[in-house]
């Protein structure tokens, strides 16, 4: 709360705020960190033996197997997510299950679960990409405002 | 939650055993020194590989590079290197500076130098399979082209 509508408290709601301030559970940042750090670590790690794998038995090189990987990762986290496991994980390590590609996956296969009973096309189709959307709307964007700084540097600058 | 365990259990199990099949018999020198790993194929093979040898010797010296390996189809050749850990962020560029070295070192050789992981297994078992002389003429340029192209793939 702003210090300006804290002034216009009386004193007995400001003695209330500090009260419930003092019995408030505190967040445990630096414990989700840690969490989060290993979870999402541990996630990578997964994707990089797929990687590997993509490389010793498919014509994949380190810089196309990345393709592959990022669809299979969220492939596997779209079906954990259908049979509710993934829940477990999102709520044990937050950002570390967010952060990597698999948030995605997750992201659009809740949305579609959690619309299902308003029909499968303006539920299901309508709704998935409520979460996801965004992502992909900044990455496309992102990705053009980017080429387009490249474009002008190479053609102008002599880069 | 077992069975899918199960599952789990088994995929690694066919996985590890489909990796263990098919390998090929390692008859190389291999480099003494422990930080450097460079293979060598001893001569006469049947298809010559002195030239490589050769280069590999001038790679051997950069301080970047941790692994060499190599082939050549005539007087192509295809150079995979394997950098230090620190030295990842700018492989390429050390790929490109070791490329122009050679190629003024060895001006009548068609030198393709690569960082690429999968390049490097690739050339890791034909250089088995040259040294044990399990390759023709033919099939080694088959499989230089190849490589070429995986070398040259963006997408």
């Known amino acids: 709360m702003s210090n300006n509508r804290k002034k216009n408290l009386t004193s007995i709601q400001q003695q209330y705020q500090t009260f419930a301030k003092d019995r408030e559970k505190k967040r445990p940042v630096f414990k989700n960190c840690i969490k989060a750090f290993f979870v999402g670590g541990f996630i990578c790690t997964i994707g990089q033996a797929i990687t590997t794998f993509y490389m010793y038995f498919f014509d994949f090189t380190e810089q196309t197997a990345g393709n592959p990987t990022v669809a299979t990762l969220i492939f596997i986290t779209m ?12 709520q044990f390590a937050g950002a570390g299950t967010a952060v990597p590609v698999t948030g995605f996956g997750n992201a659009v296969i809740s949305a579609a679960i959690e ?34 700084i490249k474009t002008i540097l190479i053609q102008w600058g002599g880069l | 939650m ?13 996985l590890t055993l489909v990796a263990c099949t098919g390998k090929e018999d390692d008859h190389r020198i291999t480099q003494t020194d422990p930080k450097k790993d460079i293979t060598k194929i001893i001569i006469p093979t049947s298809i010559d590989q002195s030239l490589t040898n050769k280069l590999k010797e001038t790679v051997k010296d950069k301080d970047e590079v941790t692994r060499v390996r190599g082939i050549n189809s005539g007087s192509d050749i295809l150079l995979a290197i394997e950098v230090k850990q620190i030295n990842q962020f700018n492989e390429q560029e050390i790929e490109k500076k070791i490329k122009k070295e050679l190629e003024k070192k060895y001006p009548e050789a068609n030198i393709e130098v690569s960082s690429d992981k999968k390049i490097f297994i690739e050339i890791d078992e034909l250089e088995k399979k040259i040294q044990n002389n399990r390759i023709g003429k033919k099939d080694l340029e088959k499989k230089y082209n190849e490589i070429k192209k995986l070398i040259k793939d963006q997408a």
């Not at chain 1, 079906?79 to 999102?90: E, Q, R």
């Open chain 1, 79 to 90: 079906l954990l997510t259908g049979f509710g496991v993934y829940d477990h994980f999102a």
């Open chain 1, 115 to 148: 619309h299902r009973t308003e029909g499968f096309v303006l539920g299901v189709g309508g709704n998935m990409f409520k979460l996801a959307g965004s992502v992909i709307l900044f990455g496309v964007f992102s990705a053009f405002v980017i080429a387009l």
């Open chain 2, 2 to 14: 077992k069975n899918l365990l199960n599952i789990i259990l088994s995929v690694l199990l066919l």
